[in-house]
C-alpha cells in the first residue's frame, strides 16, 4: 500500500515539474510579457498545482462527457447500426470544437497568471469565441509538425523492432537494429526539444494576438 502512495505522489510532482517547466516556457516565449529567468521559474511553479487541478477537472469531464457519448451511440445504433457509426462520427468535430476552445489555457495560466483554474478555463473559453478557426489551423500546424519530427525517431526505433522480430537469428540484423534504435533514440530528445519550444512559442503568440493585453495592461494584471 506504502509501495502505491509512493508511485502516486511521484507522479503528481512529475505531473505539476511538467506543467510548471510549460508554464515557464510559455511566460518567456509570450511577446506579452519580458519576465526573468528567476520570474519565469516563479510563475511556473506557482502554474503547476493550477494546472494538476485543470487535469483533474478535465479528466472528470472527459468521463461525463464519454458516458454521455457511449450512451447516445449505444441508443442510435440499436435504432441502426449505420446512425451509431453516423452519431460516432459526429463526435469528432465536437472533440476538435472544445480543443480549441480550451487551446488558450496555457498562456492564460502562465502569461495573464491566473491561477484560479475555473476562472482560467472561463478566460481561454472567452478569448477562443470567435478565433475558433484560426486556433484550429494552428493546432493542425503544431499536430502535423510533430508527425513530420518526430515521426523520424519513431520510425527508426518502431522499424528496428519489427525488423529485430522478423530476423532474430540473424546477428548482422540484430546490430544494425540496435544502431538504428539508439540513434533514433538519441534523435527523438534534440527534435522533441526542438518541438516543443515552436509549440509553446505558437501558442503564446496566439494568445498575444487574441487576448489584445498590451504590456502595460500586463504589468497592471502582475501588480
Known amino acids: 500500500m506504502l509501495g502505491i502512495l509512493s508511485g502516486v505522489v511521484i507522479y503528481l510532482l512529475s505531473l505539476i515539474i511538467t506543467f510548471a517547466q510549460q508554464a515557464s516556457m510559455t511566460t518567456m516565449a509570450s511577446p506579452l ?4 529567468i528567476g520570474e519565469a521559474i516563479k510563475v511556473g511553479l506557482k502554474s503547476g498545482l493550477t494546472f494538476l487541478a485543470l487535469v483533474i ?16 451511440v449505444l441508443m442510435f445504433a440499436a435504432i441502426s447500426p449505420s446512425l451509431g457509426v453516423v452519431f460516432g462520427i459526429l463526435l469528432i468535430p465536437i472533440i476538435v470544437y472544445l480543443l480549441c476552445r480550451f487551446y488558450l489555457v496555457l498562456p492564460v495560466v502562465a502569461v495573464e497568471r491566473e491561477f484560479n483554474p475555473i476562472t482560467a478555463v472561463n478566460r481561454a473559453w472567452g478569448l477562443s469565441k470567435g478565433n475558433v478557426l484560426g486556433i484550429f489551423l494552428v493546432l493542425l500546424i503544431v499536430v502535423v509538425s510533430a508527425i513530420v519530427v518526430l515521426g523520424i525517431p519513431f520510425f527508426l526505433v518502431f522499424g528496428s523492432l519489427l525488423s529485430l522480430a522478423s530476423d532474430p537469428a540473424s546477428l ?24 516543443q519550444l515552436f509549440s509553446v512559442a505558437l501558442g503564446a503568440s496566439v494568445h498575444a494576438a487574441v487576448s489584445g493585453l498590451s504590456n502595460e495592461e500586463l504589468n497592471d494584471v502582475f501588480a
Open 33 to 36: 510579457a519580458r519576465p526573468t
Open 57 to 72: 477537472m478535465l479528466i472528470v469531464a472527459y468521463f461525463i462527457f464519454a458516458l454521455i457519448a457511449a450512451l447516445m
Open 172 to 195: 548482422s540484423t540484430a546490430t544494425e537494429s540496435m544502431g538504428a534504435m539508439m540513434f533514433g533514440f538519441t534523435l527523438f530528445v534534440p527534435l522533441f526539444l526542438v518541438y
